[in-house]
């Protein structure tokens, strides 16, 4: 009699002590959660690849947003972000900077990160070039309203 009552206080104890570690162990996990959900929204992101620019028979045309493309606008195809993101995009030769709108799409198989207007690319230095090694860092997203 006196083991079984032994044995529970102690089944009894090793009990309460998991349950405690198991109510411990979620309220960490539920913490580290927001932790992370905020820093997430913080952070920016950063991309490096190659830009063109389009070709002046795209002026005029729908983009894959459904707007309409223009060259003096300042706007961008981008397979890697979502339409109405902002980005500022770096030409790393020559460290000019210039702020465009994602509002088109490039063909799935294009290994270049993003597609700007001539205006965007004029300000960039490199239409002489055709081609730039460029930053893209997410300035703001799109906007749900």
Not at 51 to 80: D, I
Not at 84 to 97: A, E, F, M
Not at 106 to 125: E, F, I, Q, T, Y
Request: proline fraction near 1%.
């Amino acid at each position: 009699m006196k083991f079984f009552l032994f044995a529970h206080k102690h089944y009894t104890k090793l009990f309460l002590f998991c349950l405690a570690n198991l109510l411990l162990t979620f309220s960490v996990s539920a913490q580290k959660a927001t932790i992370k959900s905020k820093s997430k929204s913080s952070i920016s992101r950063v991309f490096y690849g190659q830009a063109s620019f389009y070709a002046n028979k795209f002026n005029g045309r729908q983009t894959a947003s459904g707007e309409l493309f223009s060259q003096k606008k300042y706007t961008c195809a981008c397979n890697v972000l979502p339409f109405g993101t902002w980005i500022k995009v770096t030409n790393l030769r020559n460290g000019k900077s210039v702020v465009v709108k994602v509002n088109d799409r490039l063909h799935p198989k294009m290994k270049r990160l993003v597609d700007l207007s001539k205006v965007a690319a004029k300000d960039l230095g490199y239409i002489g070039h055709g081609l730039a090694r460029v930053k893209v860092e997410v300035i703001a997203k799109k906007n749900n309203a």
